[in-house]
């Protein structure tokens, strides 16, 4: 069975571009969440999908930030326009019920120059 | 605040050798901790998970303990191997009424050396 697969693996962009990076869940899985790691900081939560709906989007940073779940199945999260601050590694994981495991995908590697 | 403080920061050890890892949150409402391992360029994997009710889990030469009272884990790790160097995260998990919400310690870096 497939992981939660993301893409790409990297990105380098300019500042003031956009990114849309691609999270792949765990086929069945209901629940997609969106986290990103800054450079020497702590995971940190940004939004939860139940299918297509969102659940909790708290953690989104501001309105630079758009995240998509068409259909239930893949997400997306897109950044426009891209700022220095936004660098860092963002991961998708999945899980079958929010009591179960979240499984993680490799994360993508965000560079903004 | 909900915070999930790990030490060491980094840690060097060698083959063969034991190591502990801390871990001390003050998340709540408490649901359960899990420590997961990250290597280099890839997701978190999860080593072993823990309730409220349990004190000590294992699996292989891991083996984490947990105490709920004063909101503390800890992470052992035995006879250590060259491919137990990784980022070790302590992630608490709290169920609220947007469903389960994780928070994540900064982990400890692990090197194990020849």
């Known amino acids: 069975e497939a992981g939660v697969t993301q893409f790409p693996s990297h990105s380098v962009i300019e500042k003031g571009q956009t990114v849309t990076l691609r999270c792949d869940p765990i086929?069945?899985?209901?629940?997609l969440y969106w986290y990103r790691r800054v450079m020497g900081k702590e995971i940190k939560f940004l939004l939860h999908?139940?299918?297509?709906?969102?659940?909790?989007e708290s953690g989104m940073p501001n309105n630079r930030f758009l995240a998509e779940r068409t259909g239930g199945t893949y997400s997306t999260l897109k950044v426009q326009p891209a700022e220095l601050e936004d660098s860092g590694v963002y991961f998708c994981?999945?899980?079958?019920?929010?009591?179960?495991?979240?499984?993680f995908g490799q994360g993508t590697r965000l560079t903004v120059v | 605040k909900n915070q999930v403080e790990q030490s060491p920061q980094s840690l060097i050890i060698l083959e063969g050798k034991n190591c502990t890892l801390q871990c001390n949150y003050t998340v709540s409402p408490f649901s359960n901790l899990r420590w997961y391992k990250q290597d280099t360029g890839r997701g978190p994997v999860s080593l072993t998970i823990m309730t409220f009710s349990e004190n000590t889990k294992s699996n292989g030469r891991y083996t984490a303990t947990l105490d709920a009272d004063t909101k503390q884990s800890s992470l052992h790790i035995t006879a250590s191997q060259l491919s137990d160097s990784a980022s070790y995260i302590c992630v608490v998990s709290s169920m609220t009424g947007g469903g389960n919400k994780l928070t994540f310690g900064t982990g400890t870096q692990l090197k194990v050396e020849l």
């Open positions: 086929s069945g899985h209901d629940n």
């Open positions: 999908f139940v299918k297509e709906s969102k659940q909790d």
């Open positions: 994981a999945s899980s079958g019920d929010t009591r179960n495991e979240a499984f």
